[in-house]
């Protein structure tokens, strides 16, 4: 259980792209657990990665969020102002013996399902360049943990493999820098799609060692395309539109993909209407676990 008293979410996009209906799930599922908790909601834009954040993407998400009501109440946070935190918690996890250097290459271990972990007791080639990486097989294992729609999960993160946290490039990971902006933030309920779900036994296992708060954690069912496939920029799922009919039409059809039953009317509405009905009767028990199918013969859910 977290340590703090006020709910407090957040939602973290990466700007490597406009939002998308997948997205806008995500978002809408977040806010409105924490509105309907009476809580603090935030943004932070996961920008550690500059190769995968064109310019403008980070103004065109916040742009997005506006447009659908989805108002955030403190300044956001920017991952890639960040560093000096990320390193502190990585020199923090270096003398707990809890992270390593690496030398290898995703080549020399391809044959694995998993990194075989060959750095662990020395770097094995001390002349080339070392990515960081987290000892999966130290500290609580298996990792439990209580998710609020998916139930009692069990994970060995050492099944997982040792997680990157720093790269060879220099630029941080993604497992080190939530947990850390996590805490900063005291965030105290996380909400996210379910492909994250196996990401967080990494992250409790950060928090432990780290003696960091833990958040409770509410995975989403994931928005999958009429084939069956994930929506999301990697297979071009479109960006969320913007003419003000199709805002409403889109949002309408979030509340329906997050099972929580609008009625019929609500469609037409403003975003605003929409949102206040949808706080007032946000409800977990009709959230289904089952992955949400696009109907091809909807109405689209981009421009």
């Excluded at 998308?20 to 932070?44: E, I, K």
Aim: glycine share 6%; net charge negative; aromatic share 10%.
């Amino acid at each position: 259980m977290n340590d703090f008293a006020r709910y407090r979410g957040r939602f973290a996009p990466t700007p490597s792209g406009p939002l998308h209906f997948g997205s806008l799930v995500a978002a809408l599922g977040s806010y409105l657990d924490a509105r309907a908790a009476d809580g603090q909601w935030l943004v932070r834009i996961e920008d550690i990665d500059p190769p995968r954040c064109p310019e403008g993407a980070a103004s065109t998400i916040l742009r997005q969020l506006e447009t659908f009501g989805l108002e955030w109440d403190e300044a956001v946070m920017w991952q890639h102002t960040r560093g000096d935190a990320y390193q502190q918690a990585l020199d923090q996890l270096v003398q707990l013996g809890l992270a390593y250097p690496c030398s290898c290459s995703r080549k020399q271990w391809q044959t694995f399902d998993i990194y075989p972990g060959w750095c662990r007791d020395g770097v094995c080639d001390a002349n080339k360049p070392v990515a960081w990486r987290l000892r999966s097989d130290r500290g609580e294992r298996p990792i439990r943990w209580q998710d609020r729609l998916f139930g009692e999960q069990q994970f060995d993160p050492a099944e997982l493999g040792d997680v990157v946290l720093k790269r060879k490039d220099y630029l941080w990971a993604y497992q080190l820098a939530v947990v850390v902006d996590d805490a900063e933030q005291q965030i105290t309920d996380v909400v996210r799609g379910l492909d994250l779900l196996d990401n967080t036994p990494w992250q409790r296992q950060l928090q432990n060692a780290l003696q960091l708060p833990q958040p409770r954690y509410l995975h989403l069912p994931l928005i999958v395309t009429a084939e069956g496939q994930k929506l999301s920029k990697q297979n071009l799922a479109p960006a969320l539109a913007e003419d003000e009919q199709k805002v409403r039409f889109q949002l309408f059809q979030a509340l329906e993909a997050l099972d929580q039953a609008p009625p019929q009317e609500l469609a037409s509405e403003p975003p605003a209407t929409q949102l206040h009905w949808a706080v007032e009767n946000w409800s977990l028990a009709r959230l289904s676990p089952t992955a949400h199918r696009l109907n091809p013969s909807s109405p689209p859910v981009g421009d």
